[in-house]
């Protein structure tokens, strides 16, 4: 079966532009998680969505949202980007929402985003 | 103070080498996962456990709730092993990551 797709699998954008990524899940996995990886801060968690809801949210400024379509790929948005944004982005999809279900997670490649 | 430690940061061992990295948490969990991430950034999910052990061909987990303590055992090192060994927990509605250890096995 086809993995968790990201894209794009880079970009690179100027401070003060926002910027949109997406994930597709596998195909029945209703929940999808975001992370973003950095050297300085390592992977740290940003939110969780399941059937189209924000299910969990970690501690990032507003600037970071994301949203879920009713096919369950799922969108992360930046606005205002800051230098400090850059990392490489993750998306992870799961069966069912938080650590219920037995299958854990299954990561994307990731998106790299480097903000000059 | 980090909700989640592990130890050993580095670990360079030879080939055939029994491995283990380890993991402390400080907060109540629903679950904890063992990630490997190779050179490029992909990230595979190895574990996820709550209780007890689990074998996966060379790899096996362990947790211990009372602890709050658990162990990712590599039996018999294959330089293809070499990657970063995250430990991650989910404790209510957040997600808290180890810093990683990064193995390296020398053929």
């Known amino acids: 079966k086809a993995g968790v797709t990201q894209t794009p699998r880079y970009l690179i954008k100027t401070r003060g532009q926002q910027v949109t990524l997406s994930c597709s899940p596998i195909s029945g996995h209703r929940s999808v998680s975001w992370y973003q990886q950095t050297p300085g801060q390592g992977l740290q968690f940003l939110f969780e969505y399941f059937s189209e809801t924000q299910r969990n949210k970690g501690n990032f400024p507003g600037r970071f949202s994301g949203r879920q379509f009713s096919n369950s790929r799922s969108e992360m948005n930046v606005s205002t980007l800051e230098l400090g944004d850059s990392a490489l982005y993750l998306c992870a999809s799961s069966l069912v929402s938080g650590d219920r279900g037995q299958d854990g997670y299954t990561f994307g490649s990731g998106t790299r985003l480097t903000v000059v | 103070k980090n909700e989640v430690e592990q130890s050993p940061q580095n670990l360079t061992a030879q080939e055939g080498e029994f491995i283990t990295i380890n993991c402390s948490y400080s907060v109540g969990i629903s679950a904890l996962h063992w990630l490997q991430q190779h050179p490029g950034g992909g990230i595979v999910s190895l574990f996820m456990?709550?209780?007890g052990k689990k074998k996966h061909g060379r790899l096996i987990a362990t947790i211990n709730i009372q602890e709050k303590h658990s162990s990712l055992h590599i039996t018999a090192s294959h330089p293809r092993d070499s990657a970063v060994y995250i430990c991650a927990v989910r404790s209510g509605n957040q997600f808290y990551f180890g810093t990683g250890t990064s193995l390296t096995v020398i053929p």
């Open positions: 456990l709550s209780s």
